[in-house]
């Protein structure tokens, strides 16, 4: 498999970085190819603006969308969203690796997506979800938190933890076409020993030796919703 | 009421732009005094990093909750956070208004959430949720959306809005203390009439009316949680 990971932390020396050299040790030793897009390392551009577009198909009035579609099929993209299209474009499975801040990703990634997966590249023209652009390929969230577990049960105090990555893992992940796998959660790291992290640290390279044969999250393709797009009655639960 | 609007939209024709001046409008005639964090305009930084500490607590290992407690305590933070502080604090009222991208803001949006909302002023030493840092004041969500209503209810394709705003709604604004007003949404502008696009900034309009009798959303407090953070059986509904 090819494997892209986009990696959003800026501390060399923390938890997140961690998870990703784990991730790129045991995936390549396993005969995997690993590709890192750092994002604080590579300074992303978070800000989605005009300026993602050397034409405007519109100069005088940003409809971002329109412009999205215009330059996927011309080109003329900004070269690094172009770049990190292309990644995405080899890869077999993406891993988002990210400490969750604020019940989601820090800035500079969702920049990443709100750039990156552009219309015409990644949905559009009736692709999305189980037909979206990036159909074919895995997609897995890694996360830490500062909260321990209990917190993200689904009585717990911050919420179910399913229900905060519903955003992400069906938002973005299903609706470009990803098969979502079960996320990795690392829960309170700077809370842990030494011994604790090392678990996680284990518990990650067991999770990713699993990844070829893991079931996706089994969320409703688009034959399961009426013209009305609600969910048919015989998939409702 | 002070109200603060922090606003993210590139383009000033946008029906975002039309939704914020609607609000400008309607409440400064109600006798509200408003201000707007236009954060495109602004240029706001919205990526979260080790810049944001005038001085660091520890230069070689950057933890950020620890560096923000630091910076908070001794206004070390960077100018332009302290100024959207200062707004905050001095606010009775913030609305986010922002399109939803993937199903949440966009990133220059979520940088001023990752910067400005830091451990010592948000929350942190044991205050948030119902003791949070902005304790005593309102917040409200205003979105647009990309896709029609129905694809947004409980059965719908997109998934229920609630559910899509909860890591907002709930891991934002309520843990830091804000009362939540239920959020106003736009459905689908770009693929409404003139007429349509009128009678939603008059629906607007309406309901900012209503904002000092509005019922905030019922999130549990912290009080229904037992010592292990679950919510007692007797608020499970």
């Given at each position: ?98 400490p969750l801040w604020w019940f989601s990703m820090p800035a500079i990634l969702k920049g990443w997506v709100d750039r ?94 699993t990844l070829e044969t893991l079931q996706p999250i089994a969320f409703h393709p688009t034959h399961h919703f009426d ?11």
């Amino acid at each position: 498999m090819k494997v892209l990971i986009v990696y959003a932390h800026e501390e060399p020396h923390s938890f997140n970085a961690a998870l990703k050299n784990t991730a790129i040790k045991t995936l390549e030793a396993a005969g995997h190819s690993v590709i890192v897009s750092d994002l604080y390392r590579m300074k992303f551009k978070a800000v989605a603006d005009g300026e993602d577009f050397l034409e405007r198909r519109d100069k005088h009035y940003l409809k971002r969308q329109l412009e999205e579609k215009a330059a996927a099929e011309l080109g003329t993209l900004s070269h690094d969203i172009l770049t990190e299209q292309k990644k995405l474009r080899d890869c077999d499975l993406l891993i988002l690796q990210f400490p969750l801040w604020w019940f989601s990703m820090p800035a500079i990634l969702k920049g990443w997506v709100d750039r990156v997966m552009a219309m015409g590249f990644a949905y559009g023209g009736g692709q999305w979800y189980d037909t979206g652009g990036m159909k074919g390929r895995k997609a897995m969230v890694s996360v830490t938190t500062g909260g321990p577990d209990f917190m993200y049960s689904p009585l717990g105090r911050n919420g179910d933890m399913d229900k905060i990555l519903f955003p992400i893992q069906h938002g973005i992940l299903y609706f470009c076409g990803f098969e979502v796998l079960p996320p990795f959660v690392a829960y309170s790291p700077a809370h842990a020993s030494p011994e604790q992290r090392d678990a996680m640290l284990k518990n990650y390279g067991k999770r990713l030796a699993t990844l070829e044969t893991l079931q996706p999250i089994a969320f409703h393709p688009t034959h399961h919703f009426d013209e009305r797009m609600q969910l048919k009655p015989e998939f409702q639960s």
